[in-house]
């Protein structure tokens, strides 16, 4: 829209006459516990408030007919080290400890500049613990049915329980993309059938509170209609903030131009952290993001950068024609953020991927040249460099080692067939680090620490002491169902 265009537009409503709300226009419900959010989070607090006798509300802003969340759209594998489904699998070289350990490493890779004091680890042994009963509960209580435990993206043991109805990807790890939606539809399947009522449309906007700053509800609105809810108990579990640019430019600046290009629901706006700031509520004082994978502006060109191996047999250059990445880590996409520009080198060995290639010409979206140099021109970065970097890359390959990253021998792989071919890749996200400030019982806490009675939150809402810079798979969904359960048996309980 214009600026003539908007100024036109303020002009007008403020001509308009004020509508006033009166209270008998105002929809009121009472409960024992509200939940915010439907996705993993909030159905498994509403799940587990109910199984502890609560009377339950759970509310949903987007119009979906079952939710679901971020969580629908991850690849739905929790982690866990010693479930019930790796006990019946006899699955070995499992534990507790050894999954935290891995999820220890991967913080090593952080990238700089995070918060030094993140994460917390004595939270984060306790709540790999808590991923066993939460698997568990979810095959027992709710009804969810696991595949056999297989390992996670990045190897090892088989730490990942995905669902059983969703597909092996070719990889043999991990579950494949979107597997979320099938532990979603078991819980959605547990609260039809307990009769906990889910308000969707319904966007929760403002936390109620006594004269003590104790939260006894919420007020939102559904379509025109103003609803404020009374409970005893509110439960956040809004997601993160990888949809809201404004948000992101305050943390992470360097991904606020992609906010249209996550993977996280649309509905990841921020909107419980900010009720929640507006109560007293403490934020940290950082944040970032779980960034997933490259891709391209044309979504038709994404499947040319994947390789039987996902990115990793995959080389990426930046504006100076160097390398800047080891394409074979888990995940990539916080380098590729922080270049002025990144492309995925691919060369003619697939002729499918060359005919759909060459029908670009934009350093926007793809180039091709019959040479290094002639590509380099096309992309518009310096030839010797681009050269020189492929012609090392190829070296490695043919060697079988790499000295500039020391990449696995297995992913070395040549682009040796001309013509050659560079995509312009942008990172996409799965969500975000950050939130708000809980203990472990996953009560939201004032900036000295103080309890803020009555409200809950867990998920993305609330998970920035597991994590520095850095996501390690499997984390976010045991997060987001383990915190939902402590979540709202302790929201039930509350006298």
């Known amino acids: ?80 080290g010693e479930s019930n489904p790796q006990k019946r699998a006899g699955t070995k070289n499992v534990s507790n400890d050894g999954f935290v350990s891995i999820w220890l490493k991967d913080q090593d890779r952080s ?16 709540l790999a613990k808590e991923f066993n009963t939460t698997v568990n509960w979810m095959e027992s209580e709710i009804g969810h049915k696991f595949a056999v435990p297989r390992p996670f993206g990045y190897g090892g043991p088989n730490y990942a329980h995905a669902p059983e109805e969703a597909p092996i990807p070719a990889s ?42 104790n939260v006894v509800g919420v007020r939102a609105t559904k379509g025109k209609q103003k609803i404020e809810i009374r409970a005893k108990a509110v439960v956040l579990g809004t997601g993160g903030f990888a949809r809201n640019k404004e948000v992101l430019q305050k943390f992470v600046p360097s991904y606020a131009p992609y906010t249209d290009v996550s993977n996280a629901t649309p509905g990841a706006t921020g909107d419980g952290i900010i009720m929640a700031q507006k109560i007293g509520a403490a934020e940290f004082k950082d ?46 996409v916080d380098p590729i953020a922080a270049q002025k520009a990144a492309w995925a080198i691919l060369d003619s060995k697939d002729p499918t991927k060359s005919e759909l290639l060459s029908k670009y010409n ?38 079988k080692k790499d000295p500039a990253f020391n990449k696995t021998p297995e992913f070395l792989v040549p682009f040796d067939k001309a013509p050659f071919y560079a995509v312009r890749v942008i990172p996409s996200t799965m969500g975000t680090i950050g939130g708000l400030q809980t203990n472990d019982k996953f009560q939201v806490l004032r900036a000295d620490g103080s309890v803020i009675k009555g409200l809950y939150a867990g998920g993305e809402t609330a998970n920035r002491p597991f994590y520095r810079r850095v996501y390690t798979s499997g984390t976010g969904l045991g997060l987001a169902y383990t915190s939902g359960r402590i979540a709202g048996a302790e929201a039930a309980q509350k006298k």
């Open 362 to 399: 934009d350093p926007e979206i793809v180039v091709h040249g019959n040479t290094w140099e002639e590509l380099a021109k096309a992309m518009g970065i310096p030839a010797a460099a681009l050269k020189n970097t492929m012609d090392q890359y190829n070296e490695a390959c043919k060697n």
């Open 1 to 80: 829209m214009s600026r003539l265009n908007k100024l036109s537009l303020c002009l007008l409503l403020s001509a308009l006459p004020a509508v006033s709300v009166t209270a008998a226009d105002i929809e009121k419900l009472n409960t024992d516990v509200v939940v915010v959010g439907g996705g993993g989070t909030g159905m498994s607090a509403a799940a587990s408030a109910h199984q502890h006798g609560a009377k339950v509300i759970l509310l949903e802003k987007l119009a979906f007919v079952w939710g679901g969340g971020s969580s629908a759209l991850s690849g739905g594998a929790l982690a866990a």
């Open 111 to 126: 990238f700089p500049g995070g918060d030094e004091s993140m994460p917390k680890v004595e939270r984060m042994q306790k």
């Open 287 to 332: 944040g970032w993001v779980m960034g997933i994978s490259p891709v391209s502006y044309k979504r038709e060109l994404n499947n040319t950068l994947r390789t039987k191996n996902v990115f990793k047999d995959d080389v990426f250059v930046n504006q100076d024609g160097k390398r800047f990445v080891k394409e074979d880590l888990p995940y990539i």
């Open 172 to 213: 043999g790890r991990g579950s494949s993309h979107a597997g979320g939606r099938f532990v979603i539809k078991a819980f959605k399947a547990y609260l039809d059938k307990a009769g906990v009522p889910i308000m969707t449309g319904t966007r929760a906007e403002e936390l109620i509170t006594d004269d003590k700053g």
